[in-house]
């Protein structure tokens, strides 16, 4: 399995932008489908962006204000987040799958310990 570490979470105000990054190990980097998931307190995980091969997906929610990328020659994932609202607070997640499939939690094998992002109003 690949090793994953989030880094890049903070606090803003509402309208402003976080980049998270996500650090993998292993040299097999470029092959994994990778994702960001994110949950909230009291909330249950959910799918935000990712990557499989060079497509990107989205959940509705991050459409038009994320951007999700990734730079195979550095084992690292991003995700550009814009335009923030209080309702993006939450513990993002880094995940790697070595399958295709869906964006489910339960493809995912690999997982980060998580960034927190708190947006205010």
């Known amino acids: 399995q690949v090793q994953l570490v989030e880094s890049g979470g903070g606090s803003v105000q509402t309208g402003g932008s976080l980049r998270l990054s996500c650090a993998a190990s292993?040299?097999?980097?470029?092959?994994?489908?990778m994702g960001w998931f994110r949950q909230a307190p009291g909330k249950e995980r959910e799918f935000v962006a990712g990557m499989q091969s060079w497509s990107s997906y989205y959940a509705d929610s991050a459409k038009g204000r994320f951007t999700v990328s990734r730079d195979n020659a550095k084992n690292t994932l991003y995700l550009q987040m814009n335009s923030l609202k209080p309702e993006d607070t939450a513990v993002y997640y880094c995940?790697?799958?070595?399958?295709?499939?869906?964006?489910?939690?339960?493809?995912?094998?690999?997982w980060g310990q998580g960034t927190q992002v708190t947006v205010s109003s």
């Open positions: 292993g040299r097999t980097f470029s092959t994994y489908r």
């Open positions: 995940a790697a799958s070595s399958a295709g499939g869906y964006w489910l939690l339960a493809d995912f094998g690999s």
